[in-house]
């Protein structure tokens, strides 16, 4: 067990200021960018804003053959990117099945039974969403796993062993399902389904955090405290901050458009 | 309340410690080099004048990435907004809960100053300069004694939480300067009396706890409103950044207040502020 010591506020003080560092770097680069903007664009800037207008002004003189094809490939990648979605939706159901079913789960905490019931059941519904917008779109409704991440659990699953496994498991999937659908947003082609993704992004965000708070309380041995209500004044500090670790979702680990298509 | 910055100790595991430093390690090295090629890409994209239709089918995440990396240069740097005399001066009975829906339009400003997207961008600004200074506010309160005893989790919340808005006011601003519109760091909102007013009823970390989930669903469904509303690419991949990051703000402050973290199976956007609300 590790337990509650106290740390010295130097070594975060020192972290601080590596990360400062950091940051620092950021601005400076981003400044630099800015500078490039700025200087590309003269004394009437032609801003990212205003230049939608005008690229919108230019597609709609370009044809309505061209247009066409532009929606052809747009609905290809709307279907491709449904179909990946549902992927993911299919195997975080039956990863959730299947851990509901483990004796260390069933038999365990009863907070963490709830939230797998109720995480199953969400997913079931994101399933249910993207299914569905696919079949409206003209394509097929995907009812297989995500390939590439079903191997990965096919991997995993015989290696678990207890609570904190099946956590780490749940993570790995939240965490995808969160990034690619917020990288999503902005692939796809109409507001409908950029609210639609963007709507289940958070939902699978959240799912994480509460999975990252309970990782850490199970990690300093105070499963005791994976409680609703919790005792809040027993929650070590980290607990309170653990969940959200980025100021920004990130999308580096988000899931091709194609991965999960139906072939 | 124990503050790194009122005594030499903290309590906290150091596996805990090792794990949120490592998570942010990971996020700033896994953010910078991206940024570094994509700030890069962008200017010669512009200097070669191409447009948004090139960039945003090959590109998607260049500005989002730009406009993320600006933002985590506000770091550590936890600034308590003020609100102006127009901002105290406009009258309203709403609480912060009772933002119209997403049925708003954006229609031009009560001044006019920021119209279009940058209306969206001013007001994603002025939320998130909202949550700083409530969150400001709440450790200055608990500092005081005002709040009783803050639990230590409680505490890393909201400075963490702060620190984050931050992030995005700043990514928000660059937006804003970029188009030569003026920055805005104080909180012109017609809510913002009531917020003041419910911040300053607070007795304890609940009621706080309290007002800060309306904040944070505010927030994040005002991002998801925003993500079908606005017209610009880097708009709508900065809105979706930042909406799971204040959905999972909510996560927690529900896990807080003793409820359950995931209540809705969709995002929904009844609480999503209006443009309405902008008092500039």
Redesign the interface.
């Known amino acids: 067990m ?9 070594l ?2 020192e ?2 200021e ?3 560092d ?6 400076r ?2 400044r ?3 500078s ?3 200087a ?2 003269g004394p009437q ?1 032609r ?3 205003r ?6 002004a ?2 709609g003189a370009v044809g309505l053959a061209s247009t066409r094809t532009a929606a052809a490939a747009a609905s290809s990648t709307d279907i491709m990117a449904l179909q990946t979605a549902a992927s993911i939706e299919n195997l975080a159901i039956s990863v959730y099945q299947t851990a509901s079913g483990l004796s260390f789960i069933k038999n365990g905490n009863k907070t963490i039974a709830e939230f797998i019931a ?2 199953t ?2 997913h079931q ?2 399933a249910k ?1 993207f299914n569905a917008a696919v079949t409206q779109a003209g394509g097929k409704a995907q009812n297989a796993p995500d390939p590439k991440y079903a191997a990965v659990v096919k991997k995993t699953l015989p290696s678990i062993k207890n609570t904190a496994d099946v956590v780490k498991l749940a993570l790995t999937l939240e965490d995808v399902a ?1 990034q690619t659908y ?2 999503n ?3 796809v082609s109409s ?2 389904l ?2 639609l ?14 999975l990252l ?1 309970v990782q ?1 309380l199970l ?2 041995n105070m499963a005791n405290l994976i409680a ?3 005792d ?21 680990n988000a899931s091709p458009i194609s991965e999960g298509a139906v072939k | 309340m124990t503050t790194a910055r009122e005594g030499r100790h903290l309590p906290i595991s150091e596996d805990q410690l090792s794990r949120l430093t490592r998570d942010l390690e990971t996020a700033h090295r896994d953010t910078l080099p991206a940024m570094r090629a994509n700030a890069a890409d962008l200017a010669e994209d512009i200097r070669s004048g191409q447009g948004d239709a090139r960039d945003r089918a090959q590109h998607p995440d260049r500005r989002r990435l730009l406009l993320g990396a600006g933002g985590l240069a506000a770091g550590l740097v936890l600034a308590a907004c003020s609100n102006d005399g127009k901002s105290n001066s406009a009258s309203s009975t709403k609480g912060v809960g009772a933002a119209p829906s997403s049925s708003a339009s954006a229609s031009a400003s009560s001044t006019g100053q920021y119209t279009g997207d940058l209306q969206v961008v001013a007001l994603a600004v002025a939320l998130e300069n909202q949550a700083v200074g409530a969150y400001q506010a709440t450790l200055n309160a608990a500092k005081a004694g005002k709040l009783g005893t803050v639990p230590p989790a409680v505490a890393t919340f909201v400075t963490t939480a702060m620190a984050q808005h931050a992030d995005h006011a700043k990514a928000w601003n660059s937006v804003l300067t970029a188009a030569g519109k003026p920055a805005i760091h104080n909180v012109p909102l017609s809510n913002q009396p009531a917020t003041l007013a419910a911040l300053g009823k607070a007795k304890n970390y609940t009621d706080v706890a309290k007002l800060a989930l309306q904040l944070e669903d505010q927030a994040a469904q005002t991002y998801l409103f925003a993500t079908s509303n606005v017209k610009a690419a880097a708009g709508i991949a900065t809105a979706a950044s930042i909406a799971p990051v204040e959905a999972m703000h909510a996560a927690i402050l529900h896990f807080i207040l003793g409820q359950y973290p995931v209540p809705d199976d969709f995002l929904p956007t009844d609480k999503a502020a209006s443009p309405a609300l902008l008092t500039v």
């Open positions: 590790i337990g509650v010591v106290d740390i010295d506020t130097r975060l003080e972290l601080s590596q990360s400062q950091l940051n620092s770097d950021a601005v680069i981003t630099d960018a800015l490039d903007f700025t590309a664009t800037p801003h990212w804003w230049r939608g207008s005008t690229m919108a230019a597609a109720k995480t059941t969400q519904a994101h969403a969160a917020t990288k947003v902005s692939q507001a409908q950029r609210k993704f963007a709507s289940v992004a958070p939902v699978e965000a959240q799912h994480r955090a509460t708070a850490a990690a300093g609703i209500p919790t809040v004044a027993k929650l070590p500090a980290a607990a309170g901050s653990v969940g959200f670790p980025n100021a920004f979702y990130p999308t580096t």
